[in-house]
């Protein structure tokens, strides 16, 4: 099928609740995609934050693991779940014990009944504060606790027991917590709305604050989590002497293999008892076997260290950009979580940059963010920039 071919069956037969680019495309490879023209791009979008390991590599182990036994019910047990399991508790490096399921937003649909559960029975307690431009996922529920008007409006009236306090304002947040308060949920550093971390001060004071409430601090790693950021935690790149209550994971976990976990600690990690929540898909043995080849490879590989070094040199290229390109007006980030914030608006520029060959995703209203896989060498990273650079002053020349 051809482009518009392709185009026309999304038009005929697809829900349109996505404002998708005119772009098609029919296979990658590494940090490549070709469209349905052939035409190549370097893909530093990794479909947003999922492509941990590059396109095409999780082939192997999806065919291994697909002739032994690809689900079995949670009604069961199996090697690879409990093994993942074992593996991610490890790699918090705290005593806890995890949940799975295929998604960021039913791994935040699992930290909010944690919260519940946890508040109902310390006290009638079952607010969960959130912030201001937070994104939690696109369930009634996820919309509830996400920080932006814009997911919410027309799906009146939201889930009871979600507020929005500001973001890196600890003051503001001591004053938000109120009896009914049971958990504080947050993304260490948000994503959706442009790449905006949290301070070391505000993690740290948030935790303190949970501790003298009461609260469980339940951190969003779905987007920066998994060595996205150069550490496993993305908020140990902030302040390695937080410890959060739980964290939910998801995109990166199987390399573009859908799984969602949920890592809980010690005390709480039983508040979820039987009959209490579940999935049908959650953990299956294709799902986690295919996670437990992405941490082998995240060890094996050196990926932390090369998202960061490499993470430190495209920043420190893109700056040098920004310097010459008046179009740029800041560029922020941490590790291979890099948003580039633009006077242009984000979607033309996701375009132009498409047109030269570079996918970016767009983050906000001027934001392009590049999540691209963490094996992403020095190389890809100037031809990017170089491709960047003819994009942005083809933007701004008449
Ligand atoms: C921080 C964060 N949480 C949750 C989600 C929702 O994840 P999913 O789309 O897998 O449901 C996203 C997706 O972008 C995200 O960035």
Not at 88 to 111: D, H, I, M, Q
Not at 323 to 344: H, N, S, W
């Amino acid at each position: 099928m051809n482009r518009s071919e392709i185009i026309g069956l999304f038009d005929r037969y697809v829900v349109p609740s996505y404002a998708r680019y005119p772009l098609v495309f029919a296979r990658g490879k590494g940090a490549r995609v070709w469209d349905a023209d052939g035409k190549e791009y370097l893909d530093f979008g990794g479909g947003i934050a999922v492509n941990l390991l590059g396109h095409s590599a999780m082939a192997e182990i999806l065919a291994k693991q697909a002739s032994v036994l690809v689900h079995a019910s949670n009604l069961y047990y199996t090697e690879p779940q409990g093994r993942l399991a074992k593996r991610l508790v490890e790699l918090v490096g705290v005593e806890g014990k995890c949940f799975f399921c295929n998604s960021g937003a039913e791994a935040n649909e699992t930290l909010f009944k944690l919260a519940r559960k946890f508040g109902n029975e310390s006290g009638s307690r079952y607010e969960i504060l959130t912030f201001q431009n937070s994104f939690h996922g696109r369930t009634l529920a996820g919309i509830s606790a996400t920080g932006q008007e814009k997911v919410k409006h027309g799906f009146e009236p939201p889930v009871d027991g979600f507020r929005h306090v500001p973001f890196n304002d600890l003051d503001a947040v001591a004053k938000a917590v109120g009896p009914k308060t049971a958990a504080i949920l947050l993304e260490p550093i948000q994503g959706e709305s442009g790449i905006r971390p949290a301070t070391p001060e505000f993690l740290r004071g948030l935790r303190r604050l949970c501790d003298e409430r009461k609260l469980l601090l339940m951190f969003d790693e779905v987007q920066c989590g998994l060595g996205r950021t150069g550490d496993f935690c993305g908020f140990r790149s902030i302040a390695s002497d937080v410890q959060p209550d739980a964290i939910s994971w998801a995109k990166g976990l199987g390399g573009g293999f859908p799984i969602g976990a949920v890592w809980i600690r010690g005390p709480y990690a039983d508040v979820l008892g039987p009959g209490t929540h579940g999935t049908t898909f959650g953990g299956t043995p294709l799902a986690c076997s295919v996670a437990l080849a992405v941490l082998d490879a995240l060890d094996h590989d050196d990926l932390l260290r090369n998202a960061r070094e490499v993470g430190q040199y495209f920043i420190g290229k893109l700056q040098a950009l920004a310097a010459k390109c008046p179009v740029i007006r800041e560029v922020r980030g941490l590790g291979l979580m890099i948003g580039v914030d633009l006077t242009l608006e984000a979607r033309p520029a996701v375009l132009k940059l498409a047109e030269y060959g570079l996918i970016g995703i767009a983050a906000g209203t001027n934001v392009v963010r590049f999540l691209p896989p963490l094996n992403i060498t020095r190389a890809e990273v100037d031809e990017a920039v170089e491709k960047m650079t003819r994009a942005f002053s083809a933007s701004v020349s008449p």
